[in-house]
């Protein structure tokens, strides 16, 4: 029997205000807050740690499972983005860095992330050169890649069918959910703003320690530290979520962890620095070089304290001082200038900032043998210890602790 024309009209009107699934506005946002959740679960265990880094082997089931919801969720080619973050770990803040905010602007990463990324997927060479090993089955060839925005597409009609109306809003935001937070917020704010647990030779930063709102993806200095590890967060106070479903994974005999971050040990302190001092510096140095930063950073805050209370001027220091611990490759053009002249006017940042420089050759240089480096350590510590500066010598006797 047909219905009549009213009774039609009713049926579409209610299916636009409530879709087939009559929740809640409070249910539809928890519904929209779960699915864009899974996405950047997604994105963090097997578009990244999995793929990008094999930090961990997926068994298939999960694997395939995490491909087919980056299809609908966000039309994702597995090798566009394992090839475009290979090459931002290769050629990280430089002007081939697909999106680094040091070489093309926090505005722009932020803001048009997205777009970076789309014309980055479009070079040919960077695909085929950062791509080995990515899934080439008939399921990637045939729908993933072949048909890549048709998965969204079928979101759009699956959150409609759900929500009616309100079905647009969900599927909208579960489409800029990813080109905001992982295109803006991880790759642009990740290596501007933040704090570091180590001095990485990039200008990666971690957002927040507790990574739950991007999967772990907040803990990005500690990423860009030790790539390879499957485990983002290393501090007590640090939390990564994604880590927590890689453990779950895990123990359901789905997921197999390769590699995580090194620990580093205190012992006791060694007379004199040796090679098993040496080993632990290289093997520990962006953590311990993190360390000497924040020595650094205290001995200039001292510094400027010291010029108020001669009510000198600060200015040139307070410019500078964000760029003493840098590695002189890293400093702009435009802060040498100030970073020289308060360097000049400050002895002990000068001297500090050049032992750390020699400390850095000590891993940096390729022709020495393991006994003259082991000498050369010894040699720094004991110059340090000399120096007749606090942070200097506090910092040497802890470096004799250090073990591997």
């Not at 082997?57 to 973050?85: M, N």
């Not at 030779?201 to 999967?215: E, F, R, Y």
């Not at 004199?272 to 000497?292: D, P, S």
Request: one cysteine or more; a positive charge.
């Amino acid at each position: 029997m047909l219905l009549p024309d009213w009774a039609v009209l009713n049926a579409g009107i209610d299916w636009l205000a409530n879709g087939l699934w009559n929740l809640s506005w409070w249910e539809i946002v928890l519904y929209t807050l779960v699915t864009t959740h899974i996405t950047i679960a997604s994105v963090t265990i097997y578009l990244h740690r999995h793929q990008a880094h094999r930090a961990l082997d997926l068994h298939a089931i999960p694997a395939h499972f995490f491909r087919f919801w980056l299809w609908l969720a966000t039309g994702q080619v597995t090798k566009e983005w394992v090839s475009i973050h290979r090459k931002h770990h290769a050629k990280c803040e430089t002007i081939d860095d697909p999106h680094s905010p040091q070489a093309h602007g926090i505005k722009k990463v932020f803001w048009q992330g997205a777009e970076l990324y789309r014309a980055e997927s479009k070079n040919q060479e960077t695909l085929s050169k950062y791509s080995q090993g990515c899934p080439n089955d008939w399921l990637e060839r045939n729908v993933y890649t072949r048909y890549s925005w048709q998965g969204v597409g079928l979101m759009m009609i699956i959150d409609l069918a759900l929500f009616g109306a309100a079905g647009l809003t969900v599927w909208a935001v579960q489409m800029v959910w990813i080109p905001f937070w992982a295109a803006g917020v991880v790759n642009g704010v990740g290596h501007f703003w933040g704090y570091r647990n180590f001095e990485a030779p990039d200008a990666s930063t971690n957002v927040s320690p507790w990574g739950i709102i991007i999967g772990g993806e907040e803990l990005h200095n500690n990423h860009h530290t030790y790539p390879t590890s499957a485990k983002f967060s290393v501090k007590p106070y640090e939390f990564d979520i994604g880590w927590g479903y890689i453990r779950l994974l895990e123990k359901a005999g789905l997921a197999h962890v390769k590699k995580t971050v090194p620990r580093l040990q205190l012992g006791a302190i060694q007379p004199v620095a040796n090679e098993k001092t040496l080993e632990a510096l290289i093997a520990h140095r962006y953590e311990v070089m993190a360390g000497y930063a924040r020595d650094l950073r205290r001995a200039c805050k001292a510094e400027i304290a010291a010029l108020k209370a001669r009510q000198g001027d600060v200015s040139e220091l307070e410019s500078a001082r964000r760029w003493l611990h840098r590695d002189a490759d890293k400093v702009p053009a435009g802060a040498v200038p100030q970073l020289a002249q308060a360097r000049a006017a400050h002895p002990v940042l000068d001297k500090m900032v050049t032992m750390r420089e020699e400390l850095r050759q000590l891993w940096l240089n390729t022709s020495q043998s393991r006994e003259q480096l082991a000498a050369d350590l010894a040699a720094w510590c004991h110059r340090a210890e000399e120096s007749g500066i606090a942070a200097l010598r506090e910092f040497s006797i802890k470096l004799r602790a250090v073990r591997a």
